[in-house]
């Protein structure tokens, strides 16, 4: 079809969107397109200049990808890119849409694309992307992805359709075989962490998800873990070992609720980075931008600066001022995952004040089952204070049942917040867990009480 009469469609099915209340058309227009012209995506994606960028893998996504479109801005690229994660490819297709002028022109210089794992195998060969990252891979949405064998060899479809410069994290065996789909071998880059100590405030052994060789199945040996499987392994039968990463972190001199201070080898070279966002896991996504933008040949001096400036994405460790109170939103949406906000927020405090809330919607996973391997008998002798909310709230007040830890269930995300806030004390803090659909009605309950914005899929 037509390119500006297909936009026109597209664009105006948007409006209307929005204008009804009905979303923010951040997947509708691509919806759309993709009945009207199977091939507009690839059409709109071969005129920008310096290309597509995707980053993909379980966690970190959204945050990732938004720190490497902060150091192309402040390069002087002009980035097009998915700013509302809506990362399946419907999302990126509606994000090129929204890109393009009705005749189908893109300003932008760049693109950069957070894409759902399991649909790069679609938009990598229809974009031809120069760079993918693959930041780590975990039991997630088992109803969607099955396990993560499964889910690898989708990433590696993606990758083995293009000629991408890829980007691997060394310390996630899964992950760092997938070099075995890239089209040469000089295209792969690793990266990972070499001067930290290995953590163990929890059981990570109980949200480990990826301890078997890739080669030959057998049991991985770790001389060190971050968390998760996350770490340094070999094969004790010596098909595989951990690769060794041309951009590391080699050292870290603060590290706490503030963020992170460390040092950065890229190809042999050290800088000294600072990241306001606490927890080993940013930790990484800050090292997979670093990579990525040290593979676009962009100067450290250029980019580490805009690093100590990031901010949380949404949902992602953010904090909320209310009636003198301080929330913290953290989104959960699998074991690891879970387990890290415990490490990094939970378990250092004194009976911390937490409200968790659990959905099951499509974006969530319908399959929570995924509760039971989050170690919350870690959170029992710190006296936690905690509440439940969400459709699967009974759920949730089970597994922290057999946990040891009483909690107080509602399923009304409304009622559970204004409980929870009521019960803070003045200038206390809280700490809240909402899987995906949860943080979005959180978000739109907060909206009507502070300067946080709502957000618009």
């Known amino acids: ?14 409006g209307l969107s929005r204008s009804l209340g009905r979303g923010g058309g951040g997947a509708l227009p691509g919806l759309i397109a993709d009945r009207l012209d199977k091939r507009l995506g690839q059409k709109l994606a071969a005129q920008i200049p310096h290309g597509v960028i995707i980053v993909t893998g379980t966690n970190g996504k959204t945050t990732t990808t938004k720190m490497i479109a902060s150091a192309l801005e402040a390069s002087g690229e002009r ?23 009705r005749r189908g022109k893109i300003d932008a210089t760049i693109a950069l694309f957070e894409v759902d794992e399991a649909s790069l195998r679609r938009v990598a060969p229809e974009l031809q992307p120069r760079h993918i990252v693959v930041l780590n891979l975990f039991r997630d949405q088992l109803d ?16 083995a359709a293009t000629r991408a410069k890829v980007y691997l994290n ?3 065996p899964l992950v760092a075989s997938l070099a075995k789909y890239v089209a040469s071998p000089e295209l792969v880059k690793y990266f990972g962490i070499e001067g930290l100590p290995a953590t163990s405030t929890a059981n990570h052994q109980t949200a480990s998800d990826s301890d078997r060789c890739p080669v030959c199945g057998t049991r991985l040996k770790f001389v060190r873990t971050f968390y998760g499987h996350i770490g340094h392994y070999s094969c004790p039968t010596g098909d595989f070992d951990r690769p060794k990463p041309s951009v590391a972190i080699t050292g870290v001199q603060q590290a706490d609720i503030s963020g992170t201070t460390f040092t950065v080898a890229l190809d042999g070279k050290r800088y000294d980075g ?3 966002l606490p927890g080993t896991y940013n930790l990484y996504n800050a090292l997979a931008s670093v990579a990525v933008c040290n593979g676009l040949k962009l100067e ?5 600066p805009v690093l100590a400036q990031t901010t949380a994405a949404f949902g992602r460790v953010e904090r909320v001022e209310l009636d003198g109170k301080s929330l913290y939103l953290l989104l959960v949406k699998n074991p690891v995952g879970f387990t890290q906000v415990m490490e990094t927020f939970l378990l250092g405090a004194s009976k911390p004040h937490v409200l968790m809330l659990i959905n099951d919607g499509i974006a969530d996973g319908r399959d929570v089952s995924w ?19 969400g459709v699967r709230a009974s759920d949730m007040a089970l597994r922290l049942k057999y946990a040891g830890i009483t909690s107080v269930a509602r399923d009304s995300i409304k009622d559970s917040l204004g409980q929870f806030i009521a019960a803070l004390p003045d200038g206390g803090v809280g700490y809240i867990l909402p899987t995906y659909t949860a943080m979005i009605t959180l978000r739109e309950l907060l909206a009507a009480q502070t300067d946080i914005q709502e957000v618009m899929i």
Do not use: C, H
């Not at 079809?1 to 948007?14: G, H, R």
């Not at 700013?83 to 509606?94: E, I, T």
């Not at 969607?144 to 990758?159: F, N, P």
């Not at 989050?374 to 909310?389: M, N, R, T, Y």
């Open 170 to 172: 060394a310390d996630d």
């Open 79 to 101: 980035v097009l890119t998915n700013r509302s994660g809506s990362n399946l490819r419907r999302g990126v297709l509606s994000s090129l849409i929204d890109g393009a002028d």
């Open 1 to 14: 079809m037509y390119i500006p009469l297909t936009l026109a469609i597209t664009k105006t099915a948007a």
């Open 371 to 389: 509760l039971w391997d989050v170690p919350f008998e870690a959170l029992q002798p710190k006296g936690a204070v905690i509440s439940v909310g």
């Open 300 to 304: 450290p001096q250029q980019y580490l």
């Open 144 to 159: 969607r992805y099955g396990e993560l064998d499964t889910t690898a060899a989708l990433i590696g479809q993606g990758i």
């Open 274 to 276: 600072n990241l306001p």
